[in-house]
């Protein structure tokens, strides 16, 4: 099964505001996003976190990477493995990454059945992955694991031109698991979570984010979902 980061949302979304800062959410679903259209970056007065600099193709190089805000410890999620924790408070808006890893430009050549792959896309079509497979050639943002439910999950990932950076959706307080929704393929391919599940704490109220709010919201609203959770 192959079941990469960044898959899953085939919907329609228009118009999700995002609180003023920037302009308005405008996806168009995950197989449409161009992004001559819109981009996710972060802006000059927005808060980013950067990764420690670390020489490339070096033992452990993930981990070295990280920034003294977070750490690399055991998952709070069963069966998680190790995950990344906030060491301070990290407060709601704030730009991590981004997702490095070795780009490649050919699906079969992506490793491990894309456990650690990212979709870039230019004009809706897959531009390049992003493989983090190897803990040698990427950075610590691979360990950030996937939220079993909505409440849980603090950050989302946006892509800015060819980058993929996550994005604090709430604050995330010290001591903290940092976690994301990678689609909801992933989630139910990983964990065998379906969305109905991943949604079942949601009442339109916790926080802006893209996907799963999206998503949520349409199975709340008992709208039909359009396409079925890709295996
Ligand atoms: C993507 O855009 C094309 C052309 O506008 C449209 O035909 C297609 O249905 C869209 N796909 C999704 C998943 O929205
Ligand atoms: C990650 O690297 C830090 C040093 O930067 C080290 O203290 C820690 O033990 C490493 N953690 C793991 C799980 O390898
Ligand atoms: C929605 O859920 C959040 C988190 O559980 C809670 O803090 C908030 O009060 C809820 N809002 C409503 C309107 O129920």
């Not at 059945?113 to 531009?127: I, L």
């Not at 040698?136 to 892509?159: G, K, P």
Request: proline fraction near 5%; hydrophobic fraction near 35%; glycine fraction near 8%.
């Amino acid at each position: 099964m192959m079941m990469l980061k960044g898959w899953g949302l085939c919907l329609l979304l228009i118009g999700v505001t995002s609180g003023g800062k920037r302009p308005p959410y405008k996806y168009i679903g995950d197989d449409n996003f161009t992004m001559e259209d819109e981009k996710y970056c972060p802006e000059a007065i927005d808060s980013v976190i950067f990764d420690r600099e670390v020489e490339w193709d070096i033992e452990d190089r993930a981990n070295k990477t990280c920034p003294p805000e977070f750490m690399l410890t055991k998952s709070s999620i069963p069966g998680g493995g190790q995950g990344i924790f906030a060491t301070v408070n990290i407060p709601a808006g704030v730009w991590l990454g981004p997702y490095d890893g070795e780009r490649v430009y050919q699906y079969r050549k992506v490793r491990l059945d894309a456990e650690y792959a990212f979709k870039v896309k230019v004009n809706s079509h897959v531009y390049m992955y992003i493989d983090a497979w190897n803990p040698r050639t990427s950075n610590w943002i691979r360990y950030i694991n996937a939220a079993l439910d909505m409440v849980q999950q603090n950050v989302e990932f946006l892509q800015c031109y060819d980058k993929i950076y996550y994005h604090t959706i709430k604050p995330i307080p010290a001591g903290t698991e940092v976690l994301v929704f990678y689609g909801h393929g992933y989630v139910f391919a990983n964990h065998k979570i379906d969305m109905y599940s991943y949604c079942k704490w949601y009442n339109g109220t916790f926080y802006q984010s893209i996907d799963s709010n999206f998503i949520c919201d349409r199975i709340k609203t008992k709208r039909q979902l359009t396409c079925d959770i890709p295996l």
